[in-house]
C-alpha cells in the first residue's frame, strides 16, 4: 500500500488497515507492526483520543503527542480520514481492498453505517481478515443483551471478574495497574487474527474475528470459575498470597519487597528452608507439601516473611537467586537499570518530535533465534503519511487534491 521504511520480520508483507483507537485496537495493531506487519493507522480530522493525553516531557512545546500514543502507535504510518463523509468511506473501502488485514473497536453497527461493513469489504476483497475487538462483542459471533453498551478497561475488569479478586483480603477491590482488560483482549485478537490469516493460506478467503473484552478477561480468570464450579466457593480479594500455593506472594525485605514462590514444587521448599537456616522445617510432616502448607498458610507466611524482613533485597538476591523462584518488586527506575532488560533490548529508545533527545518505551518481548533485535521507529504525527500511503494505493494527485477539498482527507504539511 505504501511507503517508506518498510518493517522487517516475519508479518513483512502484510499490510494492516487500522481503524482503531485508544488501548485494545491499538495495542493489536502494535504487536502486528513490531513483527513486521505493514500498519496504516487512520484516524479522524481531530486524531486518536488519546493522541493528547500525555505524558510529555517538561520540555516538549510542540506536543504532537504524548507517551501513551507513542507507546502504543509505534511502527506505523498515520493517516486522517473522515468517516463521516461519504468521500472518506470510499477511501477506506479502496483502501481495504488492497489489505491483508482490517482492525476496529467500534461498537456494533458503526461501520455497517458508514457503508464499511465486513461483508460489504469482503465483496470487494474476499482475502481480507476482518478484525473486531469490542465491549461485548458482535451479533454475529453471538448476540449478548449488553452488546451496545460502551466499555473501557476498567469495566471489562471489574466484569470480568479480575477486579474482584484484586486487592487486600478481605478488603475493597482494586484495579490492576496496567490496563489489562484492554491488553489481554488485545493480545487474543492478535492471535485470533493471525489463525485466520494462517486459514486464508490454505481457503483463499478471509474471516470475520471477534473477541470481546469481558470474554477476554472471564478467560484469563480461569481459576476462578474453576474454583466456584468445583468448590461452590465464591474468590474474593487474595492481597498477595495464592488460595492454593504456598509460600507464594510478595514479602518484605529491609528495603522494600520481594517476590517468593516456593510452590507448588516441594524441592523449592526445601531449598528455602536451606536458605533460611531452617532445615528443620523441611523435614517436617506439617510442611512437606504444598497442600498441607496451605493448610497452615498463615503460620508459614509469617515464619517466611520474618526471615526476608531481616534481609535487603540486594541479600535476598544474593541467597535466593537462581535457586528458588525469586525476584525484587521493581519500580520503573529499577527497570532502567536493570542488566537483563539491557541484554534483551526491552527497552527502546525513540524519536520523540518536540525534544531534541529520544525518549524510553518498552519494546515487544517475542525474540526470534536467528533474527536481529527489534527496530522501533516513533509513532505518527497526525496525517503524516496521508499522502504516502493513499499515492502508494494508486490514488492520483488530483484525487487526493479533490478529497483534501472536501475534507475527506488531511495531508500533513
Not at 469482503?122 to 465491549?135: D, E, I, Q, S, W
Not at 470475520?208 to 465464591?234: K, L, N, P, W
Not at 517475542?366 to 504516502?388: K, Y
Request: hydrophobic content about 40%; aromatic content about 6%.
Amino acid at each position: 500500500m505504501t511507503g517508506a521504511d518498510t518493517p522487517q520480520g516475519p508479518l513483512s508483507g502484510l499490510v494492516v488497515l487500522d481503524l482503531s483507537r485508544m488501548l485494545a485496537g491499538p495495542y493489536l495493531t502494535m504487536v502486528l507492526a513490531d513483527l513486521g506487519a505493514e500498519v496504516v493507522k487512520v484516524e479522524p480530522p481531530f486524531g486518536d483520543m488519546i493522541r493528547d493525553q500525555g505524558p510529555y516531557a517538561p520540555e516538549d512545546e510542540l506536543k504532537a503527542y504524548g507517551g501513551y500514543f507513542q507507546s502504543i502507535n509505534r511502527n506505523k504510518q498515520g493517516i486522517v480520514v473522515d468517516l463521516t463523509k461519504p468521500e472518506g468511506a470510499d477511501v477506506i473501502r479502496r483502501l481495504a481492498t488492497r489489505a491483508d488485514i482490517l482492525v476496529e473497536n467500534y461498537r456494533p453497527g458503526v461501520m455497517e453505517k458508514a457503508g464499511l461493513s465486513y461483508e460489504q469489504l469482503a465483496k470487494a476483497n474476499p482475502r481480507l481478515v476482518y478484525t473486531a475487538v469490542r465491549g461485548f462483542g458482535d451479533p454475529r459471533t453471538g448476540v449478548s443483551p449488553i452488546q451496545d453498551w460502551p466499555s473501557f478497561d476498567i469495566v471489562a475488569q471489574a466484569m470480568g471478574g479480575l477486579l474482584g479478586v484484586t486487592g487486600s483480603k478481605g478488603g475493597e477491590p482494586v484495579k490492576t495497574g496496567p490496563g489489562l482488560g484492554d491488553i489481554i483482549p488485545a493480545l487474543f485478537a492478535a492471535i485470533g487474527t493471525l489463525a485466520a490469516v494462517r486459514e486464508r493460506e490454505l481457503t483463499g478467503r478471509g474471516k470475520f474475528v471477534d473477541v470481546a473484552m469481558y470474554d477476554a478477561v472471564v478467560a484469563a480468570c480461569e481459576r476462578i470459575v474453576y474454583q466456584h464450579s468445583y468448590t461452590g466457593g465464591v474468590p474474593g480479594p487474595e492481597g498477595n498470597t495464592h488460595p492454593l500455593l504456598c509460600p507464594f506472594g510478595v514479602f518484605p525485605a529491609e528495603d522494600g519487597h520481594i517476590a517468593l514462590a516456593a510452590a507448588p514444587a516441594d524441592h523449592h521448599w526445601r531449598l528455602l528452608c536451606e536458605a533460611m537456616g531452617r532445615t528443620d522445617l523441611a523435614t517436617d510432616e506439617r510442611y512437606a507439601t504444598n497442600v498441607r502448607r496451605c493448610s497452615r498458610q498463615a503460620e508459614v507466611l509469617g515464619i517466611v516473611g520474618e526471615w526476608t524482613g531481616r534481609h535487603t533485597r540486594a541479600e535476598l538476591t544474593a541467597i535466593l537467586g537462581g535457586r528458588v523462584p525469586f525476584g525484587p518488586v521493581n519500580t520503573a527506575d529499577a527497570l532502567f537499570e536493570d542488566e537483563h532488560l539491557r541484554s534483551r533490548s526491552m527497552l527502546q529508545q525513540v524519536e520523540q518530535p518536540g525534544l531534541d533527545r529520544a525518549v524510553t518505551i518498552a519494546a515487544g518481548p517475542i525474540r526470534f533465534a536467528d533474527g536481529p533485535a527489534p527496530a522501533v521507529r516513533r509513532a505518527p504525527m497526525l496525517g503524516e503519511h496521508t499522502e504516502t500511503v493513499l499515492r502508494g494505493a494508486g490514488f492520483t494527485a488530483d484525487e487526493i487534491a479533490a478529497l483534501r477539498d472536501t475534507g475527506a482527507v488531511t495531508v500533513a504539511d
